[in-house]
């Protein structure tokens, strides 16, 4: 029963460094996404990949890029890390059709020194 | 405005107490509609989806209302294990790309 697998869990980063946010899911969704939640705050999204081979942005792309793997993956780069990156990130994956619902990872907790 | 809006709360509510939530949308094309729930610094997890006729889960229903653009979510005998953050999530065509409220705080207390 993995669903959406996140990796790592935690991380701490100097400003500056760069690091990759890796996701991967087991249930052949076709749609991928990267969301994050700053304390008290709702889901902002990242980026979004409709279909292998596909991204977009969604609300708050800067600093950040993305690459569908294949289908099972979908990993969220951080080139050079900022203060204001500190974060919990989410992976989400769907079937992509308007009428199934998300299923998120459980997370990764990001702090940027 | 935000595409989907909570009232953020807190509600403290007793145990056995009927407490509801509302949250409103802008983009009337929306198809979809669900709420999940979210406990402190997990991720969040599906609740229910909200059908146009309404639905009842156990203690829980949500209704949706296309003309006022709202959907519901309305719990009965409310439980210590209830308490947590309900999110509403509002879908489009577009690649079941969602809008996430910034959600409702829920503590029930004994």
């Known amino acids: 029963n993995a669903g959406v697998t996140q990796t790592p869990k935690f991380q701490v980063l100097k400003t500056g460094q760069s690091m990759t946010l890796q996701c991967a899911q087991d249930?052949?969704?076709?749609?991928m996404y990267w969301y994050r939640q700053d304390p008290g705050m709702g889901l902002r999204l990242i980026y979004y990949?409709?279909?292998?081979?596909?991204?977009d942005k969604g609300e708050v792309p800067n600093g950040y890029n993305v690459s569908r793997l294949n289908k099972r993956e979908f990993s969220l780069r951080l080139e050079s890390a900022a203060p204001s990156q500190t974060s919990v990130y989410f992976c989400?994956?769907?079937?992509?059709?308007?009428?199934?619902?998300?299923?998120f990872g459980d997370g990764t907790r990001l702090s940027i020194l | 405005r935000k595409e989907v809006e909570q009232d953020p709360g807190p509600f403290n509510v007793p145990e056995g107490a009927t407490v509801a939530f509302n949250c409103t949308y802008s983009?009337?094309?929306?198809?979809?509609f669900f709420w999940y729930r979210q406990d402190c610094r997990k991720e969040p997890k599906l609740l229910m989806s909200?059908?146009?006729s309404g639905n009842e889960d156990g203690r829980f229903t949500a209704q949706l209302n296309r003309a006022s653009q709202y959907i519901s979510l309305l719990i009965r005998d409310s439980k210590l294990s209830d308490s947590a953050t309900y999110l509403c999530?509002?879908?489009?065509?577009?690649?079941?790309?969602?809008?996430f409220g910034d959600g409702t705080t829920l503590t029930v207390k004994p």
């Open positions: 989400a994956s769907s079937w992509g059709y308007s009428n199934q619902p998300q299923h």
């Open positions: 249930m052949n969704h076709n749609s």
């Open positions: 990949s409709a279909s292998e081979g596909t991204t």
């Open positions: 999530v509002v879908m489009s065509t577009n690649a079941g790309k969602s809008t």
């Open positions: 909200v059908y146009s």
């Open positions: 983009n009337s094309a929306s198809q979809s």
